[in-house]
């Protein structure tokens, strides 16, 4: 049985998709962008402080099923520019201390042109 996930700490899906879905022992979270959930809008400029959103906006949903950051096993990260890889991994480090699996792409564009997308799969057992 799948159980969809809502918080309204976290950006409204921009889609046909939900922020998380449970299934099983695990959540797959839908990649998160720097949207502030607050009035929708990307607000945060430069990488390291659109990681920041990010990594507030994954930390909503992992709220929202009673898990926070060192539950995740794995994240696919997408970059819009690979130069932004070490200042991306400086934020990202201070959140996913447990160092789960990774990886780490860079892509031609993202929504709404942000520079940064991370998705995260949980283990809830």
């Known amino acids: 049985m799948l159980k969809k996930i809502f918080t309204e700490k976290a950006p409204a899906a921009i889609g046909p998709y ?60 997408f970059l819009a520019d690979m130069n932004d890889f070490a200042a991306f991994n400086g934020v990202y480090g201070k959140y996913f201390t447990e160092k789960p699996a990774r990886s780490c792409v860079a892509v031609k564009t993202l929504p709404k042109n942000v520079l940064c997308e991370v998705e995260v799969i949980v283990y809830l057992g």
């Not at 839908?30 to 507030?56: F, L, R």
């Open 18 to 77: 939900s922020q998380a879905i449970v299934a099983g022992d695990f959540m797959f979270a839908s990649g998160q962008v720097p949207i502030n959930p607050a009035n929708g809008n990307v607000d945060a400029e430069g990488i390291e402080a659109q990681t920041e959103q990010v990594m507030a906006n994954i930390a909503a949903i992992l709220e929202a099923v009673g898990k926070d950051f060192t539950d995740v096993v794995k994240t696919t990260c």
